[in-house]
């Protein structure tokens, strides 16, 4: 998002749950005395998970497994473990023993693993990575779990407790076409009291899939019909329940709410919370990790008035952020942030959409992916839009003037004005859009999404708004690069955009000055904090308590830190830093922290004074 004032992360392959007691070497089970209860006393008992340390205490098969060798890269810092990728008979194998301290109601083990093959199949698992605890199989990967970047994996291991254990990965190629596995952040923690931890640090509910079938009235102001979502628990604590943000909400009150959801199947819906942007339902009975469940529900969308990311400007509707999509929950519990109109609170995992939208022909309804329109009952189009590893989805409705064109890379890019828009600067856009699209293509990794569609009107209040392969904006080349440059920053590498709002705004403020040859030189002139406490990495709860201040420092401090970056590390080390960065983050979710792991890899230069001067936390 642009306010007016400034400017005119597939996650959780499934591990397997199932752990069988451990008896330790040299003693057998029967003589084995239980082991009495202790206090805990919480810890992380994997020792050089990051591989930063040399190779100690790992045991690997080679001298070449922990590596910083060119060919992958870390997840975090410089080192990693290269099991395999020879392409040949072979097998890797990585060890640690590790004590898991007893009395502990919860130990997780969690590791980040990237897998890249040349085998071809889709059927056939050739090469193979085993994880084991002692003589216990924790999980099992092979060529065909292979991603794009860095996935974390977590497995409950609390029934180890009290011993001492081998943590074991092993990794099997065949003949021919190799297959790497890449390990990295490896780490093993125990937490304390009777009560478990609320959840573990994997992200879920994953895999989000969302079939929508909507019908409007003849303004494009009304649409009503049904709602579906499937998704898996890709993590090791249980889900018992699910919640749905009804961002909209914000825009009416809990009398008269905008986005009402009725008639829930596949459980049971509580009251609405959170100012009635949340929903929880609890599910008939908790999800295992790696099952799945689908929740529906009738659902029913007025749009209000006003030139708003959720609004009608007259007889042209914006339609943003109006659609329920799952909260996620992690380390930290459930993410249920308020709505901020300052900025953005959103935080969701790339998911799968098919929306059917059932509208007059008399209306144009440009949408989030790859639309296709067939005749409905007279005088009614049916639109059918499908976006894949996309993070919400957005559509307008109105009588829009439309052009059309294809980038030089290939891009199909469509511009949709309101009465008032003229050609001349319709064209404008049309060309900025081109250009944007494959300027940041070229940087960051070719535009996933299809189409691209620009929908201008100078009234908006806000500048510009971002949606998967749909944005809302001015006319304005600034501005628009900017909400084009978020579908890298925020799109396709996530973030939690309420609690890490530099990390979309601040990336893609960047990438804008990068576009239009601007080279930050007068970044910092008449800067001025404001207080001690302000700093480029605070969360919305703090910028909408100073909201004078957001503009200034997300946006203009966080885009001057990565010119200062760039500076520091060399305009070559940046463009690798952050393309590299982009592809492992790729349809993931970002952090500040591991940014930082990835720019102080990326240079020989300690950068932990760089990071104090520009109040870059995290």
Sequence with gaps: MRPTPHKALGTGVLAVAAVAALVLPGTPAAARPATAPASCTPAQVVNNGGFESGTSPWTASSSTVITSRSGQSAHGGASYAWLDGVGRTHTDTLTQSVTIPSGCAGATLTYWLHIDTAETTSSTAYDKLTAKIGGTTLATYSNLDKNTGYVQKSVDVSSFA??????????????????????????????????????DSTRTPAAPSYTVSLSSDTSGTVWNGHESATFTNASATALGEVYLRLWDNYHGTCDAMPIKVTNVTGGTAGSPSVACTALKITLPSPLAQGQSATVGFDLGITVPSGADRFGHDGAFSFIGNALPVLAIRDAAGWHLDPYTNNGESFYSLAADFKVTLDHPSTLLVPATGTSTDTPGSSGRTITTATAAKVRDFAWAAGPFSKISGTSAAGVPVNVYSVSGISSSSAQSMLSTAKTAVDAHGARFGAYPYGELDAVIDNNYWFGGMEYPGFVLDLVSTTALTHEIGHQWWYGIVG?????????DEAFADYSTDLALGSTGGNCWSGVSWASSAEKITNSMAYWDAHSSRYSTVVYGYGKCALHDLRRLIGDTAMTKLLKDYASAHWYGVSTTAEFKAAAQAATSTDLTSFWTQHRIDG
Excluded: K, M, R
């Excluded at 973030?495 to 990390?503: R, T, V």
């Design 162 to 199: 009290g011993q001492t254990v081998d943590l074991s990965f092993t990794g099997t190629e065949d003949s021919s076409l190799q297959t790497s596995f890449v390990l990295d952040d490896i780490a093993l923690d125990t937490s304390g009291g009777t009560t478990p931890p609320p959840a």
């Design 495 to 503: 973030d939690d955009e309420y609690n890490s709002p530099w990390l």
